[in-house]
């Protein structure tokens, strides 16, 4: 089993920044795909951002909803077990329960959630 711990969660006003943190319990040598996932009340949880090993580049390779891109960047850090996702000029509707992904194709194979982390944009 894979733990996945996120932080950085906060009150913010609107234009300001947050950064995300995920820590995972095992090395991400192992993880083909890490990821942030966001839920809001009455709303699907939505792929925010994600970071993937490629077969065919033998290289990550990063995909961002159209709504964050170029405001939100995903960077995976093998050393020290850990994901982020530096916000920048937040909005209002940016608020919601952010949550990690893992996919683990060895080790302890399989998907793993963290609990998530809450961040609220201020007008």
């Known amino acids: 089993q894979v733990q996945l711990v996120e932080s950085g969660g906060g009150l913010v006003q609107a234009g300001g920044s947050l950064r995300l943190s995920c820590s995972a319990s095992?090395?991400?040598?192992?993880?083909?795909?890490m990821a942030w996932y966001r839920q809001t009340p009455g709303k699907q949880r939505e792929l925010v951002a994600r970071?993937?090993?490629?077969?065919?580049?033998?290289?990550?390779?990063?995909n961002y909803a159209d709504f964050v891109k170029g405001r939100f960047t995903i960077d995976r850090v093998y050393g020290k077990n850990t994901l982020y996702l530096q916000m920048n000029n937040l909005k209002p509707e940016d608020t919601g329960a952010y949550h990690c992904?893992?996919?683990?194709?060895?080790?302890?194979?399989?998907?793993?959630w963290g609990q998530g982390t809450q961040v609220t944009v201020s007008p």
């Open positions: 970071v993937m090993n490629s077969a065919v580049t033998n290289s990550a390779v990063t």
């Open positions: 095992e090395t991400l040598i192992g993880a083909k795909t």
């Open positions: 992904y893992a996919q683990f194709v060895a080790g302890p194979v399989g998907d793993y």
